[in-house]
């Protein structure tokens, strides 16, 4: 048995020299934490925004619920994914399975094979997840790489004049389609921005945790700033997109088997590249609520 100093020393976290990102380890999610490590986790997840914990291929859907409790209340999946397959029935109902895997013709799980474009996840709500685990069962040999960006970044390096004209402008998010371009069930498809159906957002979000100021933008399609023309809009949305997703805001996950990512979806932007459908990639995901 550690003590909780030696525990502490164990862990060891690398930050990956890019905008956001660090490496946990050191540690092993099968494990309770002890208060001194969920700290020095909970510590880093504020510093870099994005934590990877390799090796954790052995661990349990209950571990990685149990791992992820510490950092808040547990969001149960979307009843969408729970559609897909009739094998969720035997998953814990706050594990959602990110796959192409196809089981009697049908996905096992959500975003099929192809990109799913820049987002942060169901800003369409009023009040957004934290954050979310993702573990990796299953890798394709390429592609399937998972991008992070750094909306702290994003803000402090905009141009004075923009910050100022962004102030107090709030945003649309839209709720009809998820990143996968799939048409969510009971959504209309729309392409009218001026007629999305979603959460209303300031496009400037002070950080819950640290109160720092961060871009919130959602995701692209169909956004809309309020009180804009739908043509200043689309530009003012195109000039804020091009600035924050430019590379050196960003970080790539290139995942392998085993590697479990954790995103602070309040402050980070995510997007995930195609790759071969002839290939399997099987992720299982917990998503942390912000209450
Ligand atoms: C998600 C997501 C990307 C990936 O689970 O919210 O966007 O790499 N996943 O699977
Ligand atoms: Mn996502």
């Given at each position: 048995?550690?003590?909780?100093?030696?525990?502490?020393?164990?862990?060891?976290?690398?930050?990956?020299?890019?905008?956001?990102?660090?490496?946990?380890?050191?540690?092993?999610?099968?494990?309770?934490?002890?208060?001194?490590?969920?700290?020095?986790?909970?510590?880093?997840?504020?510093?870099?925004?994005?934590?990877?914990?390799?090796?954790q291929n052995h661990i349990t859907m209950a571990h990685q619920s149990a791992f992820s409790s510490y950092f808040g209340a547990l969001d149960k999946r979307p009843t969408a994914s729970y559609a897909m397959s009739k094998e969720h029935d035997e998953l814990p109902s706050e594990i959602t399975v990110i796959s192409n895997v196809q089981i009697g013709g049908k996905p096992m799980g959500a975003l099929g094979d192809g990109e799913a474009v820049w987002h942060a996840d169901m800003t369409y709500n009023e009040i957004p997840p934290k954050g979310a685990c993702l573990l990796a069962k299953e890798v394709p040999p390429t592609g399937g790489n998972t991008h992070f960006a750094n909306m702290f970044a994003a803000y402090e390096t905009l141009p004075t004049d923009l910050k100022k004209r962004i102030q107090g402008l709030s945003c649309v998010h839209d709720a009809s389609r998820n990143s996968a371009g799939e048409l969510r069930l009971g959504f209309v498809d729309n392409t009218d921005p001026r007629q999305t159906v979603g959460a209303v957002h300031p496009l400037v979000v002070a950080h819950a945790q640290t109160g720092l100021p961060c871009l919130m933008l959602g995701r692209r399609r169909n956004a809309y700033i309020k009180g804009l023309s739908l043509e200043e809009s689309e530009a003012l949305l195109d000039?804020?997109?091009?600035?924050?997703?430019?590379?050196?805001?960003?970080?790539?996950?290139?995942?392998?088997?085993?590697?479990?990512?954790?995103?602070?979806?309040?402050?980070?932007?995510?997007?995930?590249?195609?790759?071969?459908?002839?290939?399997?990639?099987?992720?299982?995901?917990?998503?942390?609520?912000?209450?």
């Open positions: 048995m550690l003590t909780t100093a030696e525990a502490i020393r164990t862990i060891q976290v690398i930050p990956s020299g890019k905008a956001l990102g660090a490496d946990i380890r050191g540690i092993d999610l099968a494990q309770p934490l002890s208060e001194a490590q969920i700290t020095t986790i909970r510590e880093a997840w504020q510093q870099h925004l994005v934590l990877r914990f390799p090796n000039q804020l997109w091009a600035h924050a997703t430019q590379e050196r805001f960003t970080w790539t996950q290139v995942w392998t088997v085993g590697d479990m990512v954790m995103w602070d979806n309040s402050c980070t932007l995510h997007k995930r590249d195609s790759f071969d459908p002839s290939t399997r990639r099987l992720m299982l995901r917990t998503q942390i609520a912000s209450r």
